[in-house]
């Protein structure tokens, strides 16, 4: 399990206001997710071993999640070339943002220092926000282990 993050957003405050390309090439903007529940979980990248895991939990989920009216949305940092791809490859029913400026990722504060190796960079922390009905955020993982985390996901969206 990864080391959890300091996140400024709280449960009760409102979804940061943000406007992204999806997988289709389409806008989608946080106005758009009001009246239904939202899983946004951010990821560090397309096709690694962690990602991928975790990617194919929320696909395996996905018919349940849509079952409790929710809808889903991975983001990282990853070109829409590579979501395409990555989408392809693993049958993904759900579309994936593509934030390499770090847009998004930087208002919900999903972006910051990491370390690899003794390295110091900044990235995409893998970390899960399940917004409410209300736009305001329900449930925050900080710290996510990839193989069951969308099970647990489920669990909390059947509880809203």
Not at 29 to 55: H, M, N, Q, W
Not at 91 to 110: C, K, M, R, T, Y
Request: hydrophobic share 40%; net charge positive; glycine share 8%.
């Amino acid at each position: 399990m990864a080391k959890a993050v300091v996140l400024s957003l709280r449960p009760g405050d409102p979804v940061p206001p943000f406007s992204a390309v999806v997988t289709d090439g389409s806008q989608i903007t946080s106005k758009d997710l009001l009246g239904k529940p939202v899983v946004i979980y951010f990821y560090p990248r397309d096709d690694t071993p962690g990602c991928t895991k975790e990617a194919c939990g929320f696909r395996d989920q996905y018919a349940a999640i849509q079952k409790a009216g929710a809808v889903v949305l991975g983001v990282s940092a990853d070109t829409l070339k590579s979501h395409v791809k990555f989408t392809d490859k693993h049958q993904l029913p759900f579309p994936l943002i593509s934030d390499p400026e770090a847009v998004v990722a930087n208002a919900f504060g999903a972006w910051g220092e990491k370390v690899f190796m003794g390295r110091k960079y900044q990235g995409m922390h893998r970390v899960t926000f399940l917004i409410g009905r209300d736009g305001r955020i329900a449930r925050i993982w900080d710290s996510v282990k990839p193989e069951t985390h969308a099970a647990e996901v489920l669990e909390a969206l059947k509880a809203l």
